[in-house]
């Protein structure tokens, strides 16, 4: 009897050897995944200030928190109500799984498990849900395993990472922001035991859906603290009594999409795991200015809907608009909203809309017969004149118009371009030569200039947030700098990566005071009325393309520019009349009172360098340089360093 007894005991040991042995054999590998442990890391995208503006993540919403972030109040409170004897065990616990086997056998299936600490991080990471003989037993020895490979610290570390707590928040420094929108080291007790108790049923616990019965399981958290002598009367007491505050949050608290979208395009392709990595991107964008551009947008729709209430033909679904804001010196993007409602559509019309500017590019024109040797006070002719040319064989006409269909004939360059007058502007540039004049634009870098005379009138397919990079030549005093969104990318695995402002020479400062001259005009008494602000100097130009199909305004104060566009999404016309001055312009006003509001601080007035000349030509004053030079005529002289000729 004894024999067979000893044969019995043999044999099974021989057993259980030889399947421990051959799932060692087979799965020993997988532990490595915990032995390594990297894992899913939520990236999270900053503004200027710090300020959250997105998570972002694939699967597992995720913030690593290290073993020395981690509160020894908040382990406590986890070995009293999950593994109390942790420290003392080597991954099984035999007392608990005895208890659990005979439970087991009387309830005819499995009802109880034993698991410590150890078993329920190899169960979460490597291992399924089910309920099968096969699976517990590679749980056990992969917890003994584990158990040989990592310290106690190690293993708890991991284990408060990948636990899952409820509302798709994975690990405690992901939860204690979510829910008490508090740093671990800042969490009270009671909070503490909330987390604590939430991975035996994360959803049934939960304090967004559940709040009594997460504060009934804390309790219980808390009373076991205090039957272990781990807490006094008092912090008992204290404790049992508090009722935190907890947060329903959406998990990527996107406060700004249009930004958030723009990142992760920018990204694409150059951080293979920008979702997973555990990024943190700061961005050049300030939310206050966001929310800022965002409802001045709306504000100009709404003025749009308004004038349009009574016309049975407008179609709201198809208004649209843009506003892009940055600073004209760093290139840095303020703000940046690609519609009226991302809800609606996420496309991103400030980055991605190719829109003909119209007048907002005569600026660019006129900047290179500044840089030409015109001034302010050039007469121009404005008189219509009719172009052939050829197309597919056949001769064509092409009889372009002033806005108002009238003719000034003579007037200054500067009220030329104050008012926007189609045909002296065509005029010129066919005084200065077409091919002269597409050789002087490519100092932009614009892409795709027309080879012909429509490119007067800006027949030309620009993104807004192009165009803003174009005008900070004018607001950045003769210096092109191309708009920058990301500042640097960091994690805790790789370098910090830093993004340089790029910028390149146009002209001199003299010449451009000279535009920024004409264009405090055009918002003073020209096109860009609408876009005048009280309490700060702007400049600024209107577009409005053929039928109104697209409006623009594009401007800039002493520090800040912006550009505003808004069309039909389908490419149809606007409402008649709908001009970049009326559509465009209110936008770009009100934003720039809500910036001085926001920042009363901002520089409100433009600066003249050296080098500039005032003088009086027929009776109105004008600005000159060594390049732009004042007229042969008398002149009557303005200040000590003034010409008189």
């Known amino acids: 009897m004894i024999r067979i007894i000893w044969s019995i005991f043999i044999l099974g040991a021989i057993g259980t050897a030889s399947m421990a042995y051959y799932f060692l054999h087979e799965y020993g590998d997988e532990t490595e995944k915990l032995v390594n442990y990297r894992p899913d890391q939520t990236t999270r995208i900053y503004d200027k200030n710090g300020e959250l503006i997105a998570n972002i993540f694939l699967k597992q ?14 382990i406590e409170a986890l070995l009293a109500i999950e593994d109390t004897t942790f420290f ?7 007392d608990a799984i005895i208890r659990a086997i005979i439970k087991d056998i009387k309830a005819g299936k499995l009802v109880e498990g034993a698991s410590t600490i150890t078993q329920q991080l190899v169960k979460n990471a490597l291992l399924t ?38 509302h798709g928040y994975y690990g405690v420094k992901t939860a204690a922001l979510g829910y008490f929108h ?10 503490m035991a909330i987390l604590v108790g939430l991975p035996k049923a994360p959803s049934y616990y939960s304090p967004t859906k559940n709040y009594e019965l997460s504060l009934g399981r804390a309790n219980r958290v808390i009373s076991r603290m205090h039957t272990l002598g781990w807490i006094d009367e008092s912090m008992y007491l204290d404790a049992i009594d508090e009722r935190p505050k907890v947060y329903d949050d959406t998990l990527t608290k996107n406060r700004a999409p249009y930004v958030v979208d723009e990142v992760i395009r920018e990204l694409s392709g150059k951080l293979e795991n920008l979702r997973t990595g555990g990024y943190n991107i700061y961005t050049t964008i300030d939310l206050k200015l966001q929310d800022a551009a965002k409802k001045s947008l709306k504000y100009a729709y709404n003025l749009a809907l308004q004038r349009a209430k009574d016309d049975e033909d407008f179609n709201a679904t198809k208004l649209n608009g843009a506003l892009i804001s940055l600073e004209p010196d760093t290139g840095n993007i303020l703000a940046l909203v690609g519609g009226v409602d991302y809800k609606s559509s996420s496309y991103n019309r400030a980055t991605q809309g190719l829109r003909q500017p119209g007048s907002a590019f005569k600026p660019f024109i006129y900047q290179v017969a500044l840089d030409l040797g015109y001034s302010g006070a050039t007469e121009l002719v404005d008189v219509a004149r009719t172009y052939e040319y050829e197309k597919n064989g056949q001769t064509q006409k092409w009889q372009p118009k002033n806005y108002e269909k009238d003719y000034k004939g003579l007037m200054s360059m ?14 010129l540039v066919t005084d200065i030569g077409l091919r002269t004049m597409i050789k002087e634009l490519n100092r932009y870098g614009i892409k795709d200039l027309p080879h012909n005379l429509s490119l007067s009138l800006g027949s030309i397919s620009l993104s807004p947030l192009s165009l803003a990079k174009y005008y900070t030549s004018f607001a950045n005093h003769g210096v092109q700098v191309e708009p920058r969104l990301i500042t640097s990318i960091s994690n805790s695995y790789a370098n910090t990566i830093e993004y340089k402002t790029k910028s390149r020479y146009i002209t001199s400062p003299q010449q451009t005071y000279l535009m920024t001259s004409i264009l405090r005009d055009v918002v003073k008494r020209g096109t860009g009325r609408r876009a005048n602000v009280k309490g700060i100097e702007v400049a600024g130009k209107t577009g409005t393309t053929n039928k109104a199909m697209d ?31 009326r559509v465009a312009g209110p936008a770009f006003r009100n934003y720039y009172e809500q910036l001085i509001r926001l920042y009363p601080q901002t520089k409100r007035n433009f600066e003249k360098p050296d080098g500039i000349i005032s003088a009086t030509v027929n009776g109105k004053k004008e600005y000159f340089t060594d390049i732009s030079k004042p007229p042969l005529l008398e002149s009557k002289q303005e200040d000590s360093g003034s010409l008189i000729f």
Request: net charge neutral.
């Open 414 to 427: 500067r009220e030329a371009l104050v008012h926007s007058r189609n045909l002296a502007t065509i005029n």
């Open 129 to 166: 849900r089910e309920k099968k003989l096969s699976r517990k037993l590679k749980e056990v020895l992969f917890s003994l395993k584990i158990e040989f490979e990592l310290t106690k610290e190690e293993i708890l570390e991991r284990y408060l990472n990948e636990v899952y707590l409820g």
């Open 182 to 191: 508090k740093e671990l080291n800042r969490l009270t007790l009671k909070e």
């Open 551 to 581: 409006a623009w305004f594009a401007g800039y104060s002493p520090s800040i520019e912006t550009v505003v566009w808004f069309g039909n999404d389908d490419n149809t016309p606007m409402r008649h009349r709908e001009t970049g001055g």
């Open 61 to 74: 919403h995720r913030f690593y928190a290290s073993f020395d972030e981690i509160p020894p109040r908040l």
């Open 88 to 94: 003392e065990h080597h991954g099984i616990n035999p």
